[in-house]
């Protein structure tokens, strides 16, 4: 129970460098940005001349920030495997 637990909660987090809590923040930080971009794609399918690029300037920014944490994470994963050489 107590490492199902630990899957749920920690091993993640320490996967991308960030406490539990950090990584909420950083989670929820990302859903606000994703409700406001639902909403800004939204207005812009009313009206067109509006927020034309703002969207998808967004998506490319967020899929930077998440791609390199998503690189620390498959690097921290491959290390607790023993499979990590940082040679390669």
Do not use: N, Q
């Amino acid at each position: 129970m107590i490492r199902r637990l630990k899957i749920l909660f920690a091993d993640h987090p320490r996967e991308v460098g960030e406490t539990y809590l950090e990584h909420s923040a950083t989670a929820f930080g990302m859903g606000m940005r994703l409700a406001r971009l639902s909403a800004t794609a939204f207005l812009h399918g009313l009206v067109p001349g509006v927020c034309k690029t703002a969207v998808s300037d967004e998506i490319r920014t967020m899929a930077r920030e998440l791609g390199g944490r998503a690189e620390e994470a498959r690097e921290c994963r491959m290390r607790d495997a023993g499979v990590w050489d940082p040679g390669l």
